[in-house]
């Protein structure tokens, strides 16, 4: 009988999990990145950074908040939902409402003072154009 050192986490090898995983991968409670809302997408042209997000909901654009901050942008801000009949018995409610605050690093140093945001359809559009780097110039040197 061959002698295997105790190991409480054993059970945690690759394939005793992929048994498992497969059935949370795709569910959008336990898959990757479940928890962070509002999803983006970031995208980066020659000329900008584009920030996507996903809410739907919004009413005013007083309910979001946007910020840039040492290369990373700050959303965040809040989605009320309202009941359309309180005689209805409700099934199942999956629709997010509340609170939502989501920080994204930007690929690239961006131009807060020119940024623009736009909201249609329940998606948000930020729009960051990138820093100009300026290019290094050459310095004399005076002989004396």
Known sequence: MP???????????????????????????????????????????????IVTAELPGLERKEDVHISVHEGHLHLSGRIERRTEAHDDHVHRVERFAGSFSRTVPLPAPVDEN?????????????????????QGRAIDVEFH
């Open 3 to 49: 002698l295997i050192p105790y190991d409480p986490l054993r059970w945690l090898e690759r394939d005793a999990i992929s048994s498992v995983w497969p059935r949370w991968a795709n569910d959008p409670w336990f898959g990757p990145g479940f928890h962070d809302i509002p999803r983006v997408d970031v995208r980066e042209t020659p000329t900008e950074v």
């Open 114 to 134: 020119q940024a623009r945001a736009s909201y249609r359809n329940g998606v948000l559009e930020v729009r960051l154009p990138k820093k100009t780097h300026t």
